[in-house]
């Protein structure tokens, strides 16, 4: 016998990512779906974040590993309730692990939910976790042909955070090219030109966070 | 590997609702945005179906080009892996219409009456059980 169907396959993890969302706003929550390759600077750009944004505005953090708890260590030093996700080998977060953690934390007087999703620059781009922005990372030491490589991280991001620009001069860096391949994946999203190491672009980056709350978390 | 397990999942489901003792066959359409390597899903699915119903189905998979609306002019066009400018107004501001999509389109089976699956003459072969 022979079935027809048509069943999408991402139904199941992009009707948790909706009820995430609708989780969310309901607290008035704006959540951010964090990506990059590994060691671009993700738990470092929210180290530096979550005060920045100063105690008014309280964050939380979920974060996705393959192994250890060493991120949450981390960001735990910091005023901010902190979420570990091990995937056990998983190569990105889905949105059950996601609702998972929401359903651990005190959503009563959060601004933000950053989703720190696991270092890779290909499956994360292709799953909903309930998120109402995606941030895109990439770093100096990385190489300028990111974006030309991993196009599908980056057309769907609202914004772009280019990390470690402090690097540029030490390293063969052209950020002419990042831009020119940007110009053919993504024109809206703003490109924030960051070094958490000197602090640079930071308050351009928290501005933007506060606006995308500000415009409202749908 | 998540999207084996979330086929597998669907599979059986579909399976037990016809009475289906095993699948033999199922198509699958996945938008090229996807990057799926076939030979990447066949191996998910061979280790994410063991021990199913689904166990040993051939993967009839299907790549799909992808197209986009553009949020600026609202044109939609097709669109290529490594740009997503749009020739209308020259913008990379695109919304995916296709191309991001994993959909499970058929499923081939064995009936509980030993229905071999491919057509109605298939099931004429078997019948009389």
Known sequence: ?218 | MSIAVELVRQLEAVAAENGMVRVEAFGVTAGALRGIVPEALDLAFEAASVGTRAEGARIDLEIVQPRAHCRRCGMEFAIAIDSFLCPGCNHADAEMIVGNEIILTTVTGQGPEGDDGEDQRGQERAGGQ
């Open chain 1, 1 to 218: 016998m022979k079935i027809n169907v048509v069943k999408s396959v991402l139904e199941a993890n992009d009707a948790v990512a909706q009820a995430n969302r609708g989780r969310l706003d309901a607290a008035g929550i704006l959540a951010l779906n964090v990506t990059s390759a590994p060691g671009s600077g993700k738990t470092s750009l929210l180290e530096a974040t979550i005060p920045a944004l100063g105690e008014a505005l309280a964050s939380a953090v979920i974060v996705g590993d393959l192994q250890t708890t060493r991120d949450a260590e981390r960001l735990g030093r910091l005023a901010a309730q902190v979420t570990q996700i091990n995937t056990e080998g998983g190569c990105h977060l889905s949105a059950a692990q996601v609702a998972e953690a929401l359903a651990g934390l005190d959503l009563a007087d959060l601004a933000f939910v950053f989703i720190e999703n696991v270092g890779n620059m290909v499956c994360p781009a292709g799953f909903d976790l309930g998120e109402h922005a995606r941030v895109a990372m990439l770093s100096v030491p990385e190489g300028d042909d990111k974006v030309a490589k991993y196009p599908t991280l980056f057309q769907p991001a609202d914004a772009i955070v280019l990390n470690k620009i402090d690097l540029i001069g030490v390293l063969d860096y052209d950020t002419s090219r990042v831009y020119d391949d940007l110009s053919k994946v993504n024109t809206s999203a703003p490109v924030i030109e960051m070094s958490v190491k000197t602090g640079q672009g930071l308050s351009e980056w928290t501005d933007w966070l506060r606006a995308r709350r500000g415009a409202g978390a749908g």
